[in-house]
């Protein structure tokens, strides 16, 4: 027997925005292929608390190579003393690849937390923004709201499995909330990073499942 899903664990979908899939503005290898596993996922109804990010740009934002004259898309320039990947622009404000996926029932969902909307910032992980002029790295509401709900253990699908998908994952186990990935429901941006990213995630301490796992 699987075990239950414990009452006190939530399930976070990271990015799950038709700019991230095929045909969008900075798609994901295969990322529409999740988006059915999703659907059904919420279907079951086995998370009490279910919480949605969503990369949430001005135009003009800071990660966009059109922001840098000359510069290109995936080219890393150094940015308040760290290194920034510059994008092509994607998840645009009010723009329809950046709406959460329509082809998923949201209806489950409890909250939306929106990240990327400092224009001179850029924000992997649904807790916390990147690197930013102020030294430190401001929070989202995010954890907040886990922790007002009694939240101590997280599951994280979406994308990209490779940036704020591993991103969200490093800053849970960092806030000490017990940590797992669904890695059947999350694609890379590059799927050459996946070993890479597979040890990152068994060194960080987060468990690796299949949404076929869950109970
Ligand atoms: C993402 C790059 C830039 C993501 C967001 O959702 O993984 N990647 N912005
Ligand atoms: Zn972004």
Avoid at 61 to 68: D, K, L, N, Q, R
Avoid at 77 to 83: D, E, F
Avoid at 183 to 212: A, E
Wanted: aromatic share 8%; net charge negative.
């Amino acid at each position: 027997m699987k075990p239950p899903i414990s009452s006190r664990a939530a399930l976070i979908l990271v990015d799950v925005q038709p700019d991230f899939m095929p045909g969008g503005a900075l798609a994901c290898h295969e990322g529409d292929t999740i988006v059915p596993g999703i659907d059904q996922l919420l279907k079951r109804d086995i998370f009490r608390h279910v919480v949605a990010t969503q990369d949430w740009h001005p135009p003009g934002h800071v990660s966009f190579a059109t922001s840098h004259p000359g510069r290109e898309p995936f080219d890393r320039i150094p940015l308040y003393g760290h290194a920034q990947t510059l994008w092509p622009p994607h998840c645009v404000q009010h723009t329809p690849g950046a709406e959460l996926h329509p082809s998923i029932d949201w209806s489950h969902l409890d909250t939306v937390i929106r990240k990327g909307d400092d224009p001179r910032v850029d924000s992997y992980s649904g807790f916390r923004e990147n690197h930013g002029p102020h030294g430190k790295r401001p929070s989202t509401p995010l954890h907040g709201w886990l922790r007002e709900q009694g939240v101590d253990e997280v599951y994280l699908c979406g994308l990209a499995r490779d940036v704020c998908v591993l991103w969200t994952a490093q800053d849970a186990v960092e806030l000490g909330y017990r940590t797992h990935v669904l890695w059947d429901l999350t694609r890379p941006v590059s799927p050459d990073t996946d070993l890479s990213t597979r040890v990152r995630f068994d060194n960080m301490g987060v468990g690796v499942v299949d949404s076929s796992e869950l109970a």
